[in-house]
């Protein structure tokens, strides 16, 4: 059964750079039939998707979140990172990471999230 | 790129049907069959529940269809139970700007 599991600080500071880590078991971040994807949901808020990329390295970001958003991938560690810059009290959200099913542009596999809150 | 616009919430009663909207533009919704529908319960990740506009994935209910006219998808869920209640989001492909994904702003499914 795949898993992901999101890892990094709970709380960062303002005009820091926040980075996530996606751990993937139970299957291979290799596979030439998914994407792997960040999305985040602000309390209480909806869902916004932050960007994807392919195990190859090429990626596709959210065009609200490009200029500050760089997602990268490790496949020898069977993981996918987000680095999220510059950011402010507005970046202060549950973040997920999941895979994405090239074939019909869905997320099917989520991992539980984490909380970040950005605060001084 | 612009969040697709769903109503915010929507109720019905035990056993009735509702529809929870999802408009877009020929950008998305419109211009591919890669809608899909996400259930969510309070605390929880979302959970995929349409995909390809009205294909359930093994495990749902088939309560839950989809359908799309236009540039607005549709889910329907059928003989509503308590389990029922929870926030809904759409999805789609967009090619606009960046090749991406685009989701709905959520409706909140109340069963009274």
């Known amino acids: 059964q795949l898993q992901l599991q999101e890892s990094g600080p709970g709380l960062v500071k303002p005009s820091e750079t926040l980075s996530l880590t996606c751990t993937v078991s139970?299957?291979?971040?290799?596979?030439?039939?998914?994407?792997w994807g960040w999305i985040r949901q602000p309390p209480g808020k909806g869902l916004e998707w932050i960007g994807s990329i392919y195990y190859s390295g090429s990626t596709y970001y959210n065009p609200s979140l490009k200029s500050r958003v760089t997602i990268s991938v490790d496949t020898s560690k069977n993981q996918f990172s987000l680095k999220l810059s510059s950011v402010t009290a507005a970046d202060t959200a549950v973040y997920y990471c999941a895979r994405l099913l090239k074939t019909a542009i869905i997320f099917d596999y989520w991992g539980q999230g984490t909380l970040v809150t950005v605060s001084s | 790129q612009s969040a697709l616009t769903q109503p915010a919430s929507v109720s019905g009663s035990p056993g009735q049907s509702i529809t929870i909207s999802c408009t877009g533009t020929?950008?998305?919704?419109?211009?591919?069959?890669?809608v899909s529908w996400y259930q969510q319960h309070p605390g929880k990740a979302p959970k995929l529940m349409i995909y390809?506009?009205?294909n359930r994935p093994s495990g749902v209910s088939n309560r839950f269809s989809g359908s799309k006219s236009g540039n607005t998808a549709s889910l329907t869920i059928s003989g509503l139970q308590a389990e029922d209640e929870a926030d809904y989001y759409c999805s789609s492909y967009t090619s606009s700007s960046i090749p991406g994904v685009v989701f709905g702003g959520g409706t909140k499914l109340t069963v009274l």
């Open positions: 020929s950008s998305d919704v419109g211009g591919y069959n890669y």
């Open positions: 390809d506009v009205s």
């Open positions: 139970g299957g291979s971040i290799s596979s030439s039939s998914y994407y």
